[in-house]
């Protein structure tokens, strides 16, 4: 009779070992048709933002046409549409630009080098690259930043171009005209926080939760008129999340303007030595999980 039990007993935890493991099959499919699904979605998204730029962009270099422009007489007119044409081609060639790197990384057919990159630099950079539209809006920028030797773990170029331009720029256009926008550095230890706090007409709250995804409207004017795709603040998050960091958005408690919160890694925290390479690879059986390997 004990032998019997015996023999239930071991079928009974067999079955229930097989419909666990067919439930968390079932729910692994679940969670890779969901992912799938998803990547789609935003890949769709992506195409669909980039025809509707370049179409606005082509439409406005065929009024900007070599015709038109040598058609007219003064000399300050033709340089003022040669700089627009100039601008729209630039703004096109970024978009396509971002678009491909973001989408080889996430294929999984490049990566993204990280390495030690000095803020205070960076950030001044980022500043001189939007000058002319900040000098238009009559807008200053005060950085503060107490140890001017701060260094993230980040890809230099992108962070330059993609993260500090886009929040600078983004911080500009809803600002209002003579504005200060504040940038702030503070060491906490292990991550460093940089928050970007502008005196602006805030952030919508319907529009919060959504505001770093692709496939959510974001798309508003600024305080003079200025367009946008929309498409600058997913690509901030996405490189936020290929360094290893981290990106909130929030209306400041005076209910004047808002404040954009980034959390890197500290580089003093990381071994760096010449033979380490830090890489930051999407994981492949998380897609929604950004990690960082070191390879020696």
Same mark, same amino acid.
Request: net charge negative; no cysteine.
């Given at each position: 009779?004990?032998? %019997?039990?015996?023999?239930?007993? !071991?079928?009974?935890? +067999? @079955?229930?070992? *097989? *419909?666990?493991? !067919? !439930?968390? #099959?079932?729910?692994?499919?679940? =969670?890779?048709?969901?992912?799938?699904?998803?990547?789609?979605?935003?890949?769709?998204?992506?195409? @669909? +933002?980039?025809?509707?730029?370049?179409?606005?962009?082509?439409?406005?270099?065929?009024?900007? @046409?070599?015709? *038109?422009?040598?058609?007219?007489?003064?000399?300050?007119? %033709?340089? #003022?549409?040669?700089?627009? +044409?100039?601008? =729209?081609?630039?703004?096109?060639?970024?978009?396509?630009?971002?678009?491909?790197? %973001?989408?080889?990384?996430?294929?999984? #057919? @490049? *990566?993204? #080098?990280?390495?030690? +990159?000095?803020?205070?630099?960076t950030i001044k950079s980022s500043i001189q690259l939007v000058r002319k539209r900040l000098d238009k809006k009559g807008q200053h920028i005060r950085l503060e930043i107490l140890n001017k030797n701060l260094k993230a773990m980040a890809e230099p170029s992108s962070l330059n171009q993609s993260v500090f331009t886009n929040l600078i720029t983004n911080a500009s256009k809803f600002s209002p005209q003579g504005s200060e926008i504040l940038i702030k550095v503070s060491n906490r230890n292990s991550a460093i926080q940089v928050d970007i706090i502008d005196q602006g007409i805030g952030i919508p709250e319907s529009m919060l939760s959504g505001l770093f995804s692709f496939t959510n409207e974001t798309h508003r004017e600024g305080t003079h008129g200025e367009e946008g795709s929309g498409f600058g603040l997913p690509v901030v998050k996405k490189y936020m999340n290929f360094y290893g960091g981290d990106i909130k958005a929030f209306n400041n408690r005076d209910e004047i303007g808002s404040t954009f919160r980034l959390k890197f890694v500290n580089a003093a925290y990381v071994d760096t030595s010449i033979d380490t390479q830090i890489v930051a690879k999407r994981s492949l059986s998380n897609r929604d999980k950004d990690v960082l390997e070191i390879h020696h």
């Open positions: 009779m004990t032998y %019997i039990a015996a023999i239930l007993l !071991v079928l009974l935890l +067999v @079955s229930m070992a *097989t *419909t666990m493991h !067919v !439930v968390i #099959k079932n729910k692994q499919l679940e =969670v890779d048709k969901n992912d799938l699904s998803q990547s789609l979605e935003e890949k769709q998204h992506l195409l @669909s +933002v980039l025809f509707h730029d370049l179409s606005n962009s082509t439409t406005l270099l065929s009024l900007l @046409s070599d015709s *038109t422009i040598l058609a007219m007489k003064d000399k300050e007119g %033709i340089l #003022k549409n040669l700089g627009r +044409v100039s601008g =729209v081609i630039e703004n096109m060639s970024e978009l396509i630009q971002h678009i491909r790197k %973001i989408q080889s990384i996430e294929s999984g #057919k @490049s *990566t993204i #080098k990280l390495e030690p +990159v000095k803020l205070e630099d």
